[in-house]
């Protein structure tokens, strides 16, 4: 697999979003001049579309959130089987069934 390369900082992306929307130049050439992938300033440019509410799509605070509150109902899904099977544990320790 080839390596990862850690995320762009968001005023780089903010940068590539505004030149290609004030340059003449080809996305290509943009491309080439950030050392970025076509698609990628594609996806940054849709998803600025999306926060400025120009396009349907969740926002990238949307996002943000659904990621934290996805992560926060797998936490309570581990707590809640952690707690079922102490219950069943000590419920056969005492002779409880």
Do not use: C
């Amino acid at each position: 697999m080839p390596p990862t390369r850690p995320p762009y900082p968001p005023e780089f992306k903010e940068e590539a979003v505004r030149l290609m929307r004030s340059s003449e130049k080809p996305l290509a050439r943009i491309s080439r001049e950030l050392d970025v992938s076509e698609q990628t300033l594609r996806n940054w440019r849709k998803q600025r579309e999306i926060d400025e509410g120009e396009r349907e799509g969740l926002s990238t605070a949307e996002q943000e959130e659904l990621g934290r509150l996805r992560r926060k109902v797998k936490v309570l899904e581990q707590e809640k089987e952690i707690l079922r099977k102490a219950t069943a544990f000590f419920a056969r320790e005492d002779g409880i069934r």
